[in-house]
């Protein structure tokens, strides 16, 4: 057990209890200890252990600079994604990924630098530990923690499950699209690949993980009620028959299995009870988005920034719980419902050539996916090309997040947004927005913002509104974008 130096007895009186230590129990520990909150937080297992969520999505790092765990990533030894292979259409191809933000990681090293970051903000680790029993008293929670063969009690004031599918506190938990089932197992060999590939089958898709110790995790996403037809004698039978269908182990003459082949659940899902004036879920307790997107963990710490600050709300502005609470409800919800249509669209390709079920049920409720800018962003905005702002924006006032509460104020609503938007690396973008003027160009805009936003932070802010089609060319220029219609 780890305590930061504090007897095990001694706990006394907290602002937050967390439960679960993965990216999403950490972070919100992290931030809220950031944010002046004295925070336990407990873990059932030692690290480093093993665990699924190997790949992060590019966004990762630049939310891990919020409490300052950027740079332990980035030196962490983990492998930079330069490309990957993609057969989604038939036709094998490459996806380069020219700024090699997303990162291949050992979930087990990655979980534990998170860990070691909440714990050096002040935040006292338990661990492993285990909460052996929970009372609700009034304003607080009374909890008997078991760690180190030792039973010490705790009062918190909030309770964070931050535990994962296992839904620590009850919930009411929706299925947001059809049952889901990863089967995978990883491979040691010399010729393994060394890149990642993603790849549509007939009733399933692959994707296959090249990791920092030399092992490639190879995964198979199958329907979550097939392993009961009957048609295999075994989960690994039916693994291997449809992996020889992929070309995940193309070439790979001397590889052999580590370890036995897995199962785990990959339904998407919502829970509609994800928080009360004394409680919040995080991270796959609160959602979980459709594993075709890769970027689950990122998901997750983004739930974990807006939960601290919702947390932060209930500790220090209760006459702004109910403002926080329906602000973080329908963070959540917004979220779903995109991940879902986004991931649609994508499957509703691959149904488009073929009738099997798995494809056709996946594909329901599928969007139209925008078109991609013209041209790369950074040539945009350096651009003479004269811009406006997307005649489907609106200015709402709705709960948004501020630095430390959620607050109501003005926001942008798009098309091109999961959810109102009122601040973007600490400036407030209504005031910003109302300063753009229809045929100014990207860098005229900048210059306006000036003095009071940084040219660096301008710049990022252009590019942001540019990239969610907030702004875009203005009407009959060369290049002219098409305004996102949902």
């Not at 999505?57 to 740079?71: F, W």
């Not at 299925?175 to 491979?187: K, Q, S, V």
């Not at 802010?461 to 540019?466: M, R």
Request: proline share 6%; with cysteine; hydrophobic share 40%.
């Amino acid at each position: 057990m780890e305590s930061n130096g504090h007897g095990a007895n001694a706990l006394g009186a907290v602002d937050a209890c967390v439960v679960g230590g993965g990216p999403a129990g950490a972070v919100i520990a992290a931030r809220l200890a950031q944010l002046g909150a004295d925070v336990v937080l407990v873990e059932r297992s030692a690290f480093p252990r093993a665990h699924l969520g190997e790949s992060l999505s590019p966004g990762v790092l630049s939310l891990l600079e919020t409490i300052g765990a950027r740079r332990d990533v980035e030196e962490g030894g983990f492998l930079p994604v330069r490309s990957v292979l993609t057969n989604w259409d038939g036709t094998l191809g490459e996806r380069v990924d020219a700024g090699e933000q997303g990162l291949l990681v050992d979930r087990g090293r990655f979980d534990a630098l998170l860990v070691r970051r909440a714990r050096a903000m002040g935040v006292r680790v338990l661990q492993p530990a285990f909460v052996a029993e929970r009372v609700r008293r009034e304003s607080e929670w009374l909890l008997s923690i078991q760690a180190a063969q030792a039973t010490t009690t705790l009062r918190a004031r909030i309770l964070v499950d931050a535990t994962g599918r296992s839904a620590w506190l009850p919930g009411k938990r929706r299925r947001t699209a059809p049952r889901t089932l990863a089967l995978y197992a990883y491979w040691r060999g010399r010729s393994l690949p060394d890149r990642p590939r993603i790849e549509a089958g007939g009733t399933a898709w692959y994707w296959g993980v090249p990791l920092p110790d030399g092992s490639y995790n190879t995964l198979v996403f199958v329907d979550g009620d097939s392993l009961r037809d009957g048609t295999y004698p075994s989960v690994q039978a039916r693994f291997r028959a449809l992996l020889a269908r992929s070309g995940l182990m193309e070439y790979c003459v001397d590889a052999e299995l580590s370890g036995s082949v897995r199962a785990a659940d990959a339904t998407p899902y919502l829970d509609e009870e994800s928080v009360t004036s004394v409680s919040l879920k995080v991270g796959d307790s609160a959602l979980v988005i459709d594993p075709l997107s890769s970027s689950g963990v990122q998901k997750a710490i983004q739930s974990a920034l807006a939960g601290a600050i919702v947390v932060n709300t209930l500790l220090r502005r209760p006459d702004a719980a109910d403002v926080a609470m329906q602000f973080y409800r329908e963070n959540l919800s917004c979220a779903s419902h995109r991940h879902r249509g986004w991931a649609a669209s994508h499957y509703a390709t691959v149904q488009a050539r073929t009738d099997s079920p798995f494809w056709t049920d996946r594909a329901a409720g599928a969007v139209e996916r925008d078109e991609a800018p013209t041209g790369s962003l950074a040539a945009r905005i350096a651009s003479n090309e004269p811009v406006a702002l997307c005649p489907r924006l609106e200015i709402v006032s709705v709960p948004r997040l501020g630095a430390e509460y959620v607050e109501v104020g003005p926001a942008l609503r798009h098309p091109g947004l999961e959810t109102p938007v009122g601040y973007l690396g600490g400036q407030e973008l209504a005031p910003l927005v109302h300063d753009i003027r229809t045929g100014m160009t990207p860098l005229q805009v900048v210059h306006t913002w000036s003095p009071r936003v940084p040219l660096k932070s301008g710049i990022a802010i252009i590019g942001w509104l540019l990239r969610h089609g907030i702004l875009v060319s203005y009407p009959g220029s060369p290049s002219q974008d098409a305004c996102p219609t949902a």
